[in-house]
């Protein structure tokens, strides 16, 4: 079964609504139903909105009709890797890297840590250079 996405962003935010529909739809079909969506939920957006139209409500607006539609939002599994960022031995981001090292292990975290410095040294080394 194909799933389909909706994606809205601006410069620092993003949104997406996936769905699936019993029904195996091309691309086309799909672009198609969100243009179609967007148009006829436009309207009634517009007209009971009390405040700046945007593309936020519109966003919404959208996927409520797509459901009208018969696509529906599937089962979906979420793994959150727990750390963005580069890894390193430092009291300041314990909390944060604790919840990576249950993931990947102690003893990989700690190679990655070795990574990270060894790399550092070269860099300072070439930058003394």
Not at 8 to 34: L, M, P, R, W
Not at 93 to 113: D, H, S, T
């Amino acid at each position: 079964m194909k799933t389909y996405t909706l994606y809205y962003s601006t410069y620092d935010y993003s949104e997406s609504g996936v769905f699936i529909h019993e029904k195996d739809k091309s691309k086309e079909q799909f672009d198609a139903d969100c243009k179609r969506a967007m148009i006829e939920c436009g309207e009634i957006y517009l007209s009971t909105e009390t405040s700046w139209a945007d593309t936020d409500g519109w966003f919404g607006a959208t996927i409520n009709k797509l459901i009208e539609y018969g696509y529906k939002h599937p089962e979906n599994y979420c793994f959150n890797i727990p750390y963005t960022g580069i890894i390193e031995d430092d009291d300041d981001k314990k909390e944060f890297i604790e919840p990576f090292q249950k993931i990947v292990g102690k003893k990989l975290l700690q190679k990655a840590i070795k990574h990270n410095k060894d790399l550092q040294k070269r860099l300072n080394k070439e930058g003394e250079e």
